[in-house]
Nanobody, 125 residues
Framework: QVQLVESGGGSVQAGGSLRLSCVASGYPYSTIHMAWFRQAPGKEREGVAYININGGGTYIPDSVKGRFTISQDNAKNTVYLQMNGLKPEDTAMYYC??????????????????WGQGTQVTVSS
């Protein structure tokens, strides 16, 4: 089983930037699909970025496109989420997720069996 540890969250003012990191350990070579999700209080957990570790393909939903980017450093078993132009509505707990296979939509929460503990992002106006 893959263990995931997120870091990099914090408090920033609107317009600021943060880079989140997710380090995978355990059996990372079986992990092909990794994604970032976020969950604000009282809201559903939503996917904000996806990356295919083998091919490098990525997907960013329209809700954050142009502001968020996802990247990887295979040598460090790490996936990053670069967030620019942050808005107060980006405030949430951000989670890293991993899977060996994904069927259907790549940002479907149920597709990912492995999750990190989350890192809090707070954006003030």
């Amino acid at each position: 089983q893959v263990q995931l540890v997120e870091s990099g969250g914090g408090s920033v003012q609107a317009g600021g930037s943060l880079r989140l990191s997710c380090v995978a350990s355990g059996y990372p070579y079986s992990t092909i699909h990794m994604a970032w999700f976020r969950q604000a209080p009282g809201k559903e957990r939503e996917g904000v970025a996806y990356i295919n570790i083998n091919g490098g393909g990525t997907y960013i939903p329209d809700s954050v496109k142009g502001r968020f980017t996802i990247s990887q450093d295979n040598a460090k078993n790490t996936v990053y989420l670069q967030m620019n132009g942050l808005k107060p509505e980006d405030t949430a707990m951000y989670y890293c997720a991993a899977a060996s296979t994904v069927q259907g939509w790549v940002l479907r929460r149920a597709a990912y069996p492995n999750w990190g503990q989350g890192t809090q992002v707070t954006v003030s106006s």
